[in-house]
T-cell receptor, first 113, second 116 residues
Framework: GNSVTQMEGPVTLSEEAFLTINCTYTATGYPSLFWYVQYPGEGLQLLLKATKADDKGSNKGFEATYRKETTSFHLEKGSVQVSDSAVYFCALSDADYGQNFVFGPGTRLSVLP | NAGVMQNPRHLVRRRGQEARLRCSPMKGHSHVYWYRQLPEEGLKFMVYLQKENIIDESGMPKERFSAEFPKEGPSILRIQQVVRGDSAAYFC??????????????FGPGTRLTVL
C-alpha cells in the first residue's frame, strides 16, 4: 500500500542555517505530494505541493521538487528563522488509492536564535 | 471566509464516558475527513464522509467509534465508552471536491481529547 517515510527528528538548527528534511514515498498510482506544517497547539497548514514529476512547490522560502525517479519530495530552505520551529509533515494523495491523505510521521524542527 | 471549525478545542472525559467531537467544514465544502494524531506521531486517517454518506471508514476502529455528516449541521465523531488509549488530538479536514490533483484538504485546529 501507499506510505510516506520522513527523516526522524527532532532537528535542531541555528538561525540562518540550511534546512533539509527528507521525504520518500511509495505509491501504487501517480500521487500528488504535499508538505504540511503544524505550529504548536494548532492544526495543519498546507506549506506547498506538487502534482507531477519535476514540479517544484515553493512557499515562504521553502521548496520541494517532485522526483519520480527517486520517489522523493525533500523539503529545503536556505536560511531558517526561529519562527520556522514547528512539526513538518510530508503527505501524498493518490486518487487511485483513495481520497484520503497518507501522512509521514512528522519531523520536529527547532530553530535556535 | 471562516476556515474549518472544530469544537471543543479541549475535551476531558473519564473512562467509560462518551466523547462527541464536532467539525464544521469550510463554507461550500461537502467533503469531510477525520484524522487522529497520537502523541509524537503523525496523522492517521480515520473516516471520509460526504454529506449524509460515509465514503471510506477503513481507518476507523470497528467498535465504539462512529461518524456522521448530516444534511444540516456539523460532522460528528462519536467515541463511546472512552478508554485511556483514545487520548489524542482529532483533526477534521474538508475539501470542496474529492481530494485530487488540485483539491487540497483544509484542516481545523483539532480537538485534544484527554481520558482520565
Amino acid at each position: 500500500g501507499n506510505s510516506v517515510t520522513q527523516m526522524e527528528g527532532p532537528v535542531t538548527l541555528s538561525e540562518e542555517a540550511f534546512l533539509t528534511i527528507n521525504c520518500t514515498y511509495t505509491a501504487t498510482g501517480y500521487p500528488s505530494l504535499f508538505w504540511y506544517v503544524q505550529y504548536p497547539g494548532e492544526g495543519l497548514q498546507l506549506l506547498l505541493k506538487a502534482t507531477k514529476a519535476d514540479d517544484k512547490g515553493s512557499n515562504k522560502g521553502f521548496e520541494a521538487t517532485y522526483r519520480k525517479e527517486t520517489t522523493s519530495f525533500h523539503l529545503e530552505k536556505g536560511s531558517v528563522q526561529v519562527s520556522d520551529s514547528a512539526v513538518y509533515f510530508c503527505a501524498l494523495s493518490d486518487a487511485d488509492y483513495g481520497q484520503n491523505f497518507v501522512f509521514g510521521p512528522g519531523t520536529r524542527l527547532s530553530v535556535l536564535p | 471566509n471562516a476556515g474549518v471549525m472544530q469544537n471543543p478545542r479541549h475535551l476531558v472525559r473519564r473512562r467509560g464516558q462518551e466523547a462527541r467531537l464536532r467539525c464544521s467544514p469550510m463554507k461550500g465544502h461537502s467533503h469531510v475527513y477525520w484524522y487522529r494524531q497520537l502523541p509524537e506521531e503523525g496523522l492517521k486517517f480515520m473516516v471520509y464522509l460526504q454529506k449524509e454518506n460515509i465514503i471510506d471508514e477503513s481507518g476507523m476502529p470497528k467498535e465504539r467509534f462512529s461518524a456522521e455528516f448530516p444534511k444540516e449541521g456539523p460532522s460528528i465523531l462519536r467515541i463511546q465508552q472512552v478508554v485511556r488509549g483514545d487520548s489524542a488530538a482529532y483533526f477534521c479536514a474538508s475539501s470542496y471536491q474529492r481530494t485530487g490533483l488540485n483539491n487540497e484538504q483544509f484542516f481545523g485546529p483539532g480537538t485534544r481529547l484527554t481520558v482520565l
